[in-house]
Structures are given as C-alpha cells and as structure tokens.
C-alpha cells in the first residue's frame, strides 16, 4: 500500500497562474482533507470531503477549490494563485463513523508563488 | 482564537531522559485527542492518541495523559532517543464534529542530544 499520495512535490507559479495539486488514497476511506503548514502555524485546514461526492469548506478555505473525483482522489486547484498562498500542502485522509479520527498524511507539496 | 495551544514551540532533552510535552485546549466539547510527529520534507504520522473517557494511554515508550478538568495533555517520551527528533503536534477532535475534522496546535520542536 501507498497509503496516501501527493504530485507535485515542489512548485513555483507566478501571482495569478493556476493549478491543481492531486491527492489519491488507497486505503478505501471514505474521508479526505486538504490542510496547508506556514512556518510557525499548526496545519489548518482548508478543505475537506466527508465521502465521496460532498465537499465542505475548513478553516482557511479563500482562493481554492476542490473536487472529490471519487472515493480515492481528492484535488485542490488554485485558480488564481497569490503570494499569500506559499505554503506546503498536506492531503490527509481517514475511516470516520466508527470513533478513529487517526488521519493518515501524504509527503506534501511545497508550493512557491512568485 | 487558539482553541488548541502548545505554548512551548521548542524543548531540548538529553538521550535517555524523559521529554515531557505539553497541550491545552479551550473546547470542552473536545472528546479525542492525538499527538503527530513530523520529520522535515515528509507528512505527519500519528503516534498515539486519547479519548476523553480515560486520562491515560501507553504505546511503549510514549504514553499521554489527560486532564479534563485543566483542559491539559502531556506526551511523555521514556527514554528519549535521538530519533525522536521531530516537531510535535497536538490534535484535537469533537464528537459528533464535522466529520472527524482535528484541529492543531503549532507544533513543538523537540531535539534529544546524544
């Protein structure tokens, strides 16, 4: 098992290009998340999928978007990137309705805006 | 507001000797708590977690207790080794919460010098 996965690793865009970070699972759960890390701040959470086919807005959800493809791809797309979103985004997923809350982490995609 | 505070961003612990890391929260409707542990370049992974029906939990050498009525959580690590170099995040979950969503403090960066 992969367990959880991320593409790209690095990025560098420029102030209003766009693009699409993917996430896959292949553990069968039926939840996944998009967090983001800045230095000095815990992971918060911007997006996230309680199944497949819903999608609920998290913490710091301005100036992205996601799609649940199915049950194990998460995307999150910047449609028009800012400075403001440099960040390392982490893709997360987990079992929920039986009491575990253990999220499982993909590697993370470093992303620079220029 | 912070609702999950480590107000230690950084502790320093010799080989074999205990590292004790701290956690508060403000939600009392948090239910279950877990610690993360992340290398540089690489995802979170879980490392052991608490549900709010006991006050403590023991996975070998890491074992967290919790004090409902301080709305405190501690990580013990017995003994420390250099591999446990790594920054520590606190979690927190609600029951019944949007689908099993955590909600981190900022991180502790622990070193344990050989």
């Known amino acids: 098992n992969a367990g959880v996965t ?69 995307s999150l797309r910047l449609e028009s990137a800012a400075p403001s979103q440099t960040s390392v985004y982490f893709c997360a997923s987990s079992v929920t309705g039986t009491g575990a809350y253990e999220q499982y982490f993909g590697p993370g995609t470093r992303l620079t805006v220029t | 507001d912070q609702q999950v505070k480590q107000n230690s961003p950084s502790l320093s612990v010799q080989e074999g000797r205990i590292s004790i890391l701290n956690c508060d929260y403000t939600n009392s409707m948090f239910d279950y708590f877990l610690w993360y542990k992340k290398y540089p370049a690489e995802g979170p992974t879980f490392l052991i977690s608490i549900s709010s029906i006991k ?60």
Not at chain 1, 48 to 60: F, I, L, M
Not at chain 2, 99 to 110: R, S, Y
Request: charged share 20%; proline share 5%.
């Open chain 1, 6 to 74: 991320q593409t790209p690793k690095f990025q560098v865009l420029k102030t209003g290009q766009s693009m699409t970070l993917q996430c896959a699972q292949d553990m069968n759960h039926n939840s996944m998340y998009w967090y983001r890390q800045d230095p000095g701040m815990g992971l918060r959470l911007i997006y996230y999928s309680a199944s497949e086919g819903t999608t609920d807005k998290g913490e710091v959800p301005n100036g992205y978007n996601v799609s649940r493809l199915n049950k194990r791809e998460f």
């Open chain 2, 55 to 114: 006050d403590k939990n023991e996975d070998g050498r890491f074992t967290v207790f919790l004090n409902k009525s301080a709305k405190h959580l501690s990580l013990h690590i017995v003994p420390s080794q250099p591999g446990d170099s790594a920054v520590y995040f606190c979690a927190a979950s609600e029951y019944g919460g949007s689908q099993g969503n955590l909600i981190f403090g900022k991180g502790t960066k622990l070193s344990v010098k050989p």
